[in-house]
């Protein structure tokens, strides 16, 4: 395994476009995390998955994102209609289990720029 | 909610000197990680400690975590100019998701 994987790298869209992320977490692990970087600002968390469930949705998590995972395996984010404040690094990670301690593995990120 | 606040935000030296950047908390967590991000990458974990008063070496880097478990500390001796990058104190809230503190961004002069 090669840790987490995230696709594409970087992402160059029109405003209004809508946009599909990819990301396959290290195999045995049940928890995968989206986060948002903004430049020069530490990760915002947007949500996570425990296997399939989207257990916590951050309130930046607008009604124009989604986010799926749906076989408990990889997991897609979606913006809709984006705009120019989507500009951002998006990070996915994923964790073993539930347990205090558990640490969380992340990906290179992908960096979307919305023109 | 659980705020992290980490200090100095920015920090510029040259190579060869020794240097401490803080993370502390508004209250209790259960674990808190270290990590380091560099430009165009993502984080990569450097250590986790869990006990309150924990002292962890990764070579020249020195991780400690305070008794009350509300604060922690990174040392760094003799810095190198690859150890140039953005250092992120990370708490796990309890099983929840994972809080970041808004980062050091730490600049080593060759």
């Known amino acids: 395994d090669t840790g987490v994987s995230q696709n594409p790298r970087h992402k160059i869209t029109k405003r209004g476009q809508n946009v599909t992320f990819r990301c396959d977490p290290i195999?045995?692990?049940?928890?995968l995390y989206w986060y948002r970087q903004t430049l020069g600002q530490g990760p915002e968390f947007l949500t996570y998955?425990?296997?399939?469930?989207?257990?916590?949705k951050s309130r930046l998590l607008s009604d124009r994102f989604s986010a799926e995972r749906p076989k408990g395996s990889f997991s897609t984010l979606e913006i809709q209609r984006t705009e120019q404040g989507d500009s951002a690094m998006y990070l996915c990670?994923?964790?073993?289990?539930?347990?205090?301690?558990?640490?969380?593995?992340f990906g290179q990120g992908t960096r979307l720029t919305v023109v | 909610t659980q705020l992290l606040e980490q200090s100095p935000q920015f920090l510029s030296i040259q190579e060869g000197e020794n240097l401490t950047v803080y993370c502390n908390s508004s209250?209790?967590?259960?674990?808190l990680q270290w990590y380091r991000q560099e430009p165009g990458e993502g984080p990569v974990l450097l250590v986790t400690?869990?006990?309150?008063?924990e002292v962890k070496k990764l070579k020249r880097l020195t991780f400690q975590f305070g008794d009350a478990r509300k604060d922690s500390s990174l040392h760094i001796t003799a810095a190198q100019t690859g150890d140039t990058g953005l250092y992120l104190c990370?708490?796990?809230?309890?099983?929840?998701?994972?809080?970041f503190g808004p980062g050091t961004r730490l600049s080593v002069l060759p």
């Open positions: 990670a994923s964790s073993p289990g539930t347990a205090s301690g558990t640490e969380a593995f």
């Open positions: 195999s045995e692990h049940n928890r």
């Open positions: 998955f425990q296997n399939e469930a989207q257990l916590e």
């Open positions: 209250s209790v967590f259960s674990s």
């Open positions: 400690v869990v006990t309150g008063g």
């Open positions: 990370v708490i796990d809230n309890y099983g929840q998701n994972f809080v």
